[in-house]
């Protein structure tokens, strides 16, 4: 008969919580998780919700010419460009 799996702790669960397991090169590794605001990643949230001088005070020109006035300033086109990242 097999064995019952026990609960985990509250410290295992908060561990669990704070990384994810992932595979490189046919390994387990673990890594901690993406910061998440209202289930969008930081940068993603922050370009859907900033003005243009938010914008501009963060030197983020490029996102600023993509936005029309009074327009929310994220494009699909243009978030990973905005933050240097590739996808």
């Known amino acids: 008969m097999a064995k019952p799996k026990r609960k985990l702790t509250a410290a295992q669960k908060?561990?669990?919580?704070q990384f994810m397991t992932i595979f490189i090169n046919g390994k387990q590794k673990?890594?901690?998780r993406p910061v998440l605001i209202d289930g969008l990643h930081?940068?993603?949230f922050y370009l859907r919700n900033a003005d243009s001088i938010a914008l501009h005070q963060?030197?983020?020109?490029?996102?600023i010419a993509e936005a029309e006035p009074g327009d929310i300033a994220f494009t699909d086109a243009n978030d990973a460009d905005c933050?240097?990242?590739s996808g």
């Open 58 to 63: 963060d030197g983020l020109w490029e996102c």
């Open 83 to 85: 933050f240097g990242h």
């Open 14 to 17: 908060r561990e669990k919580a």
């Open 42 to 44: 930081s940068d993603e």
């Open 30 to 32: 673990r890594v901690r």
